[in-house]
């Protein structure tokens, strides 16, 4: 019996040793903290009052600061990044940028808001916090510093051992150049309507996720979106709830849109809700529900600056 | 409760054991028994306590039949009462609404809830029947030695066991639920045993590391390739048209999944019972290392081929009958093993394939000379993976729909990324910026999938498995997975049941 608990205490000790200190995923996990970095040094940066856009991957691919900024007439950053980072984890990394008079649009995707407890606690960001990005990790709860010690699995592992290596063979990240990159502002472009065309019968046959009232209400996502609504209205920043896009075909029903609705409107937050409520028709999209491709991407910015204006031309008259 | 729950593992196991072994001690091993009773009928109500009176019912009433077999002349109207007494209640609650819709197509369904667990105890208990019929039960049948199952652990036990060690044996936690279906003379004398409540450290000891091993299948790579392969049969059975490599991966992936969970399953099962000091046969046993379809049978569940084989082939002639009869009684036999998986044609249709795959390998190996090793474990494997989807296949259409995309009739498609990286893809597959249902449809999905089959696939074909394995070797393999087990056991999202639970 002390080999079988031996063997056991090893590898328990071989396994954090290696999540912690040895094993990485630069390909994948690198670009999502290079883009979560570049947006925090852009938040940064901004002196005065901002616009933030805090989302998945909804935030960056369906909307377009570059766009939203000229008319809102304030720095506008995109910080969307994608569906499976920690809302808690964005949260904590952007709270300490956020100063009154700051605006945070949230267009999150509808599973955001259902994402279970333990789902959350395994998303990329546990092994980015573990691997590198402790200081954030300290900010947590001891629940979250146990989880993001046992983040990873067999996947995760065969994963690291293999981008490792090819990232130290060089290995350039194709991506870029076959659906486009991020630009100052955050935001995804490049994945253009000609792009789009190639993934027209991938979009015909996505059957989207629409989660119930029920589930939205009793998500942990809810939980997290609500904490940090309370958080913003005791600091001074208005935080502004959205739809995400979506098809046309595939509406979300009323009782999950008025569950949605009444997350922000319950904390004090506001919601906009654009006429079309953010569907669009599918050959408006690049790859998934979540992404409009370019042009899309853009028109749809305009709209929703335009409702977000109202917000900021009565927080610009309210200011000293 | 399933074995891979920390409700079981943290709750039941502790519990169950401490009571057994305490009682043992101080109590002897008739009180022993019947705390494992108790703790057998705890562990099946967990689920739905609804059907409790349905298993300690069953167990009485075949009791009493047995009893009754012993006792009379009569001995083959009474173990024609007691047999079909058993199939018609496993006929009423799992084929009940199969039957009907064949006799009647537009009859709306009966809804009969499936009690957990019926197959096997129902099995488990007409073996009995026949064997007390033959004179047999409680004592030794045809020994087939394996590891985990020696000469020496046959005992044999003349007569009917007492309703106690009967009920102990029929509704004993570790086989109660999915198999192995253990012969009641391996059993039963076992549970006589006086020293059965005494605990001992090699027992626990082997017991406790074939768990963990048979937890880490289970939890590390049953449900891994579980997820790879839902997403593409689940697609399928959306109507959706899988290309070439969406189809194939998740298929490849069905074949691991089935693998690891249901020997994960026997393997747990048999750490169990070992930790009790009772010894399970193998279940198990390498079977996609089979040379022959014939060999693959003698090497997957083992022990539900044998029972069909000796419950069901050998009583209707088995090998002593011509050709032409001997293929009809292996057909029966393999469409039987299908029907009894579940109460679909889908279920059928896999086992009328594997009927099929061996009577064709019995005429071949009449009429000509075996084929190379290798090759016969390739048309083999072929066969099997082939026969896996409509096995798991949602419906007749969604397994055809499924055998299309696998035969390159809906097209390849391989991510962009790939196709710029090694043009010469580019004459066989057409770029897309993510393929949909392949893990999580993500840029990198296609090289993570691709390198996780590899990786399972060289476990199954390559490694020797648990019982197999030299005590050196089991203990650096659970090095290597008891992290990973103690990950997805506390912190995955979703625990997935055992697919045999169905049945």
């Known amino acids: 019996m002390r080999r079988v608990l031996l063997a056991c205490a090893t590898s328990l000790l071989i396994y954090i040793a290696a999540f912690a200190c040895l094993l990485d995923r630069p390909l994948t996990l690198g670009v999502l903290r290079a883009h979560i970095e570049a947006n925090i040094a852009l938040g940064q940066s901004v002196r005065g009052p901002k616009l933030v856009i805090l989302a998945g991957s909804n935030g960056s691919y369906s909307h377009r600061c570059e766009t939203i900024q000229p008319i809102v007439n304030r720095p506008c950053i995109n910080a969307g990044i994608a569906v499976g980072v920690g809302l808690d984890y964005l949260f904590a990394r952007w709270e300490p940028l956020l100063h009154a008079g700051d605006i945070v649009y949230l267009p999150l995707e509808e599973a955001q808001y259902v994402r279970t407890r333990a789902a959350a606690y395994l998303g990329p960001d546990a092994a980015i916090m573990l691997r590198h990005d402790r200081a954030t990790l300290e900010t947590l709860p001891l629940q979250r510093w146990i989880a993001a010690l046992f983040a990873g699995d067999l996947r995760a592992a065969i994963m690291s051992l293999m981008e490792i290596t090819l990232a130290d ?19 995804h472009v490049g994945h253009t309507a000609a792009l789009a065309a190639l993934n027209q019968s991938t979009l015909a046959a996505i059957k989207p996720f629409h989660p119930t009232a029920a589930e939205i209400q009793a998500g942990y996502g809810t939980v997290l979106v609500s904490g940090f609504l309370r958080w913003a209205a005791a600091h001074g920043v208005l935080a502004v709830g959205g739809l995400p896009t979506g098809f046309i075909d595939s509406p979300i029903d009323d009782a999950s849109l008025a569950a949605i609705r009444a997350i922000y409107r319950d904390h004090g937050a506001s919601f906009v809700e654009l006429p079309n409520q953010s569907r669009y028709p599918r050959s408006a999209f690049f790859d998934t529900q979540d992404h409009l491709n370019e042009a899309a991407q853009i028109a749809h910015s305009i709209a929703v600056a335009e409702a977000l204006s109202h917000f900021t031309d009565w927080r610009q008259a309210r200011s000293p | ?22 009682l043992g001690r101080f109590c002897g091993a008739a009180w022993a028994l019947r705390w494992l009773v108790a703790c057998n009928l705890f562990f099946y109500a967990w689920w739905y306590p609804g059907h409790l009176p349905l298993l300690v019912g069953s167990v009485a009433l075949n009791h009493s039949i047995a009893w009754k077999l012993r006792h009379t002349e009569q001995t083959r109207i009474w173990l024609g009462i007691g ?4 199939l018609a209640i496993l006929g009423w609650f799992k084929y009940a609404d199969f ?17 957990l667990a019926i197959s096997f105890f129902t099995f488990q208990q007409i073996m009995f029947l026949v064997d007390i019929g033959r004179g047999a039960a409680g004592t030794a049948a045809e020994d087939r030695a394996s590891p985990e199952r020696p000469a020496t652990m046959v005992r044999t036990e003349p007569g009917l066991p007492p309703l106690l060690r009967y009920a102990a044996f029929v509704t004993f936690f570790p086989h109660l639920i999915a198999g192995p279906i253990v012969r009641p003379s391996d059993i039963i004398p076992q549970l006589a045993d006086p020293d059965l409540a005494r605990a001992r450290i090699d027992n626990v000891t082997d017991g406790v590391l074939i768990f963990l091993l048979g937890l880490g299948k289970k939890l590390v790579l049953a449900d891994m390739f579980g997820k790879f392969a839902d997403i593409g049969f689940n697609a399928a059975a959306d109507g959706t048209a899988l290309t070439f490599f969406e189809a194939w991966y998740a298929t490849l992936s069905y074949a691991l999944q089935i693998y690891f969970d249901f020997s994960g399953y026997s393997d747990m099962a048999i750490g169990l019972a070992r930790v009790l000091n009772v010894r399970f046969p193998l279940n198990f046993d390498s079977p996609y290392q089979a040379a022959n379809i014939a060999e693959f ?15 069901v082939y050998i009583p209707l002639g088995g090998n002593r009958t011509g050709p032409l009869r001997q293929t009809g009684t292996v057909m029966v036999t393999m469409l039987l093993c299908g029907l009894w998986h579940g109460a679909a044609w889908n279920f059928v249709l896999w086992g009328g394939l594997h009927g099929g795959f061996l009577v064709i390998h019995a005429q071949y190996r009449r009429l000509f000379r075996p084929l190379p090793a290798a090759l ?11 026969a896996w989807v409509p096995f798991r296949a949602a419906s007749l259409p969604s397994t055809i729909a499924m ?27 057409d770029p897309v910026t993510v393929m949909p249902f392949l893990g999580d449809a993500r840029t990198l999905s296609f090289p993570e999938i691709s390198a996780c089959l590899l990786l399972g696939w060289l476990i199954v074909l390559m490694l020797p498995n648990v019982h197999r394995m030299n005590d050196r070797v089991r203990h650096w393999t ?5 992290a990973l087990s103690a990950q997805a056991l506390f912190f995955a999202p979703h625990v997935a049941p055992f697919l045999y639970f169905q049945f």
């Open chain 1, 169 to 187: 063979y060089g290995f350039r990240d194709p991506r870029p150049a076959a659906g486009g990159g991020y630009n100052a502002w955050g935001d």
């Open chain 2, 1 to 22: 409760m399933m074995f891979h729950t920390t409700v079981f593992i943290l709750g039941f196991i502790p519990v169950c054991l401490s009571g057994f072994f305490t």
């Open chain 2, 83 to 86: 047999v079909g007494l058993n």
């Open chain 2, 99 to 115: 039957l009907l819709h064949i006799v009647v197509p537009n009859a709306s369904a009966l809804h009969v809830t499936l009690p």
């Open chain 2, 297 to 311: 049978w003698r090497r997957w569940h083992i022990t539900l081929g044998g029972f069909l084989r000796d419950y």
């Open chain 2, 376 to 386: 016969g474990q390739i048309l083999t494997l072929l066969a099997v993976i082939v």
């Open chain 2, 403 to 429: 055998l299309r995309g696998m035969a390159g009739g809906n097209g390849i498609a391989l991510p962009r990324m790939i196709v710029s990286a090694l043009p010469s893809f580019a004459r066989i597959a």
């Open chain 2, 478 to 482: 659970l090095t290597g997975s008891f």
